[in-house]
């Protein structure tokens, strides 16, 4: 009796090495397929809080164009958040980014540039339609609601392929007539990581750094750009009830 007793003291005095390594394979197996939810998850929220930044920037450009009665130049690395100009003109219309400190937005990196979720520099380019007028104070009044409302210079297509310094290829145009101002985070991989013609399109430095056109499209692995501008319709609507247009 007594030994049967000692065998079974033995015996509740913990785990096997056996049963231990099998509860570690179950954890592991757990936390292996939670971690890919997880981080989706944060991707998700992360795309959600860019898309919510990027909405309130369209509506803080539009504020600033109805009080004075022009859009801001985009910043540029070493103008620390504010407007980037040369002689009356935008020094990169086509190549820069928010101008946090004019527009008073935050979060901002520590060259006062507005960041995304991913603390990504958010881009910014702005016509310079009919000799600047959208930037230029006065500019828009003096050209005429008739006039502004065709043929800006600034194009957003659904494709690279065909793309043209200042238009899309035939059929992928999103807005017919132009817009006066695109806004866009390069999304997770930022612009250092670029891996589709797509996003590549959407930086305008160097050779490309004419260039007015840019692509959106639907996510996907190797295209997370995301894209917004500014309906002219909802600009002129807005002005002309301030009494800034026609």
């Known amino acids: 009796m007594r030994t049967a007793t000692i065998h079974k003291k033995y015996r509740l005095r913990g785990f096997t090495l056996v049963e231990i390594a099998i509860v570690l394979l179950i954890v592991t197996l757990l936390l292996t397929g939670l971690v890919p939810t997880i981080s989706s998850q944060i991707e998700q929220r992360q795309t959600n809080e860019t898309r919510k930044q990027l909405d309130e920037i369209q509506q803080a450009l539009v ?42 937005l935050a979060p901002t990196n520590s060259q006062g540039l507005a960041v995304d979720a991913w603390n990504n520099p958010i881009r910014y380019a702005v016509t310079s ?26 194009q957003v297509c659904s494709t690279s392929t065909g793309i043209g310094s200042s238009n899309c290829a035939p059929g992928t145009t999103l807005v017919s007539n132009g817009v006066p101002a695109v806004i866009f985070s ?20 160097g050779a490309s750094a004419s260039y007015k056109t840019f692509v959106t499209h639907d996510m996907s692995p190797t295209f997370d750009d995301l ?20």
Request: aromatic share 6%; glycine share 12%.
């Open 63 to 104: 504020g600033f164009a109805v009080v004075n009665e022009r859009f801001p130049c985009p910043a540029s690395t070493t103008s620390n958040g504010l407007e980037d100009l040369t002689a009356g003109a935008c020094t990169l219309p086509n190549g820069g980014f928010i101008p946090a400190a004019t527009l008073g």
């Open 129 to 154: 339609s009919y000799a600047n007028a959208f930037t230029t104070a006065g500019g828009m009044k003096a050209n005429g609601l008739l006039s502004l409302a065709v043929n800006l210079d600034l």
């Open 186 to 205: 390069t999304g997770k991989n930022g612009a250092n990581g670029l891996t589709n013609l797509d996003e590549t399109a959407n930086i305008h430095t």
């Open 227 to 246: 894209v917004v501008w500014i309906s002219p319709n909802i600009l002129f609507n807005r002005m002309v009830a301030a009494g800034k247009l026609p």
